[in-house]
Nanobody, 122 residues
Framework: VHLVESGGGSVQTGGSLRLSCVAS?????LGWFRQAPGREREGVAT???????TYADSVKGRFTISNDNAKNTLYLQMNSLKPEDTAMYYC????????????????????WGQGTQVTVSS
């Protein structure tokens, strides 16, 4: 599965961005992870084929993950952005063979995009 992200950029605190990820084929679960300089990589949000989603506590109520199966495209709508959201955001996918992936099961996501940078200034 080949993943290509887009939609990153620079915004001020309180602004919004929508990340997109086009996949070359379908996967059972998809998601977004992020990594800021000097910090560990963390799961942001995931969505699986049955509709189950998981979110990091730090983004609940501000970020929304969605998937357009017809277009093989994953989205992450990010509202009320904060400086601590600044990071490289990676689109991830499990492929067809794995189910039950969440933000806490990073190793189940076999496929990773190159990342798109999000920078939030205060």
């Amino acid at each position: 599965v080949h993943l290509v992200e887009s939609g990153g950029g620079s915004v001020q605190t309180g602004g919004s961005l929508r990340l997109s990820c086009v996949a070359s084929s379908s996967s059972y679960c998809l998601g977004w992870f992020r990594q800021a300089p000097g910090r560990e990589r963390e799961g942001v949000a995931t969505i699986c084929e049955e509709g189950a989603t998981t979110y990091a506590d730090s983004v609940k109520g501000r970020f929304t993950i969605s998937n357009d199966n017809a277009k093989n495209t994953l989205y992450l709508q990010m509202n009320s952005l904060k400086p601590e959201d600044t990071a490289m955001y990676y689109c991830v996918a499990t492929g067809r063979g794995l189910k039950g992936a969440t933000i806490w099961t990073e190793t189940l996501f076999r496929y990773w995009g190159q990342g798109t940078q999000v920078t939030v200034s205060s």
